[in-house]
């Protein structure tokens, strides 16, 4: 793909390698910041909300976070919530915790929700979410077991690394891949060419 020049101060409050990789490919050239966002308590504090508001919620907190230190650039916040029946499946942290998620999601179907928000200045202008629908094949140990040696997918929603191996577990795929991995460019070169950024 051909690059497209920013014509708007514009950086991601990201520090996730894929979601480079996928705003590299689109592409763009910009910087990426880190947020430092307590995650885990503004989901305590949003039990109340439906999941997709819940990603639109910690998306907002990460694009003001970053805010605050870089006046007069958009900010990009993205975060990923994924959705298993009534309960989220946070990253899993190490290789027993990605065995055991992959154990609850075979044979069934779970959502990856990817809320965005842009800030300027301290205010939300913007806000998406994405949702995409996932039914995972019937999964033996010994395939789980293989799969998590493979892509290792210890920092990742849902335990499965869909951009390597992670998209051989799955028997039907409803919506972006982009959404999958975590940032849904499609909405997002939306947003960016109607409102000239690019």
Same mark, same amino acid.
């Given at each position: ?63 003001? #976070?970053?805010?605050? $230190? &870089?006046?007069?650039?958009? !900010?990009? /916040?993205?975060?990923?919530?994924? +959705?298993?029946? %009534?309960?989220i499946l946070n990253k899993p942290g190490n290789e027993e915790n990605c065995k055991k998620t992959l154990k609850k999601l075979s044979g069934n179907t779970h959502y990856q ?49 869909? #951009?390597?191996?992670? $998209? &051989?577990?799955?028997?039907? !795929?409803? /919506?972006?891949?982009?959404?999958? +991995?975590?940032? %849904? ?14």
């Open positions: 793909m051909s690059n497209l020049t920013l014509l708007k101060p514009f950086k991601i409050a990201s520090s996730s390698s894929i979601r480079k990789e996928i705003i590299s490919n689109a592409g763009i050239t910009c910087e990426f910041v880190s947020s430092n966002v307590d995650e885990e308590k503004i989901k305590k504090d949003s039990s109340n909300l439906s999941f997709s508001d819940i990603s639109l919620k910690l998306a907002s907190a990460k694009a003001l #976070e970053v805010s605050k $230190k &870089n006046k007069d650039f958009y !900010i990009l /916040g993205v975060d990923q919530i994924c +959705q298993f029946r %009534d309960e929700n990817c809320g965005m928000a842009i800030s300027f200045n301290n205010e939300i202008i913007w806000t998406s979410c994405d949702i995409a629908k996932l039914t995972m094949k019937d999964l033996s140990e010994s395939d789980i077991e293989k799969y998590v040696k493979k892509d290792k997918p210890f920092k990742c929603c849902g335990s499965y690394k869909y #951009e390597l191996n992670g $998209k &051989n577990l799955f028997s039907k !795929i409803e /919506g972006s891949i982009y959404t999958i +991995q975590g940032l %849904d460019i499609d909405g997002l070169l939306i947003y960016l060419r109607q409102n000239k950024f690019i």
